[in-house]
């Protein structure tokens, strides 16, 4: 759990560090111009992941134990923040940096399991950024991102479990893309509101090694080579 803790404050770490280095390079390009070029956003997120295949049965048959002992959950909290750069006023490139986190595979109250691995995942996409910007304050925009996610499932000593007493940790980095768009409204020249930006999130994740990595080669089955999720975003987008 310790590790876990450090490796999510090192990563966001490191994605603020990128964003605010990004950010000081353009806004010192582009001091000059009179039109906003640059902006930062940062703010929440909600992933609605896809399961890939992995349900509650299907992991009570893996682990085996009795029938209604493991649930899976899908939602997972978590955090985006974006650079900006516009090289002209409808085109821009986006680094774009996100985390996730939460218990993937959970366990009923009366079961007695406790002790399961906890998820940390970390996306790090680029790409292009259409934007309608008008005199009008409401700003929709378009983007098509792609990079990396990196997916982490903790060491874990189980109990209430037959097989084993405890799981691996197991990292893995895929191919990654964002497909999706948004809108911001504008409040000031240098303040605006991401009232909401929506992605398909795609990740290169074989589910079968990354769950078998953890409890066991062999132990899941069948499972999805890749996922395909949802991402929602909200918050404060700076602009210089």
Excluded at 7 to 25: D, G, P
Excluded at 120 to 145: C, D, E, I, N, Q
Excluded at 200 to 214: E, M, Q, R, V
């Amino acid at each position: 759990m310790r590790n876990f803790n450090r490796e999510k404050v090192e990563m966001t770490r490191f994605a603020v560090a990128m964003i605010i280095l990004i950010a000081m390079i353009c806004s010192f390009a582009v001091a000059q111009d009179l039109t906003p070029k640059v902006q930062v956003f940062g703010g929440y997120s909600l992933v609605h992941a896809g399961t890939g295949g992995l349900t509650g049965p299907a992991v009570d048959s893996a682990l085996g134990v009795p029938s209604g002992t493991f649930g899976v959950a899908s939602n997972f909290n978590g955090w985006n923040a974006e650079a900006q750069y516009d090289v002209t006023r409808w085109v821009g490139i986006v680094a774009d940096f996100g985390g996730r986190y939460g218990t993937p595979i959970t366990a009923s109250s009366a079961s007695g399991v406790s002790g399961l691995p906890n998820l940390s995942a970390y996306s790090f996409l680029f790409g292009p950024v259409l934007s309608y910007k008008t005199k009008a304050r409401m700003t929709p925009f378009v983007h098509a991102l792609f990079g990396w996610d990196r997916a982490s499932l903790s060491a874990s000593a189980l109990s209430g479990v037959p097989f084993s007493s405890s799981s691996a940790a197991t990292t893995y980095t895929d191919f990654a893309m964002a497909l999706g768009g948004g809108l911001d409204y504008k409040l000031s020249r240098h303040l605006a509101v991401r009232v909401g930006q929506l992605d398909y999130l795609y990740t290169g994740h074989d589910l079968n090694s990354l769950y078998g990595s953890a409890f066991g080669p062999g132990r899941f089955q069948g499972l999805a080579s890749q996922e395909n999720n949802l991402r929602f975003s909200a918050g404060i987008v700076l602009r210089f």
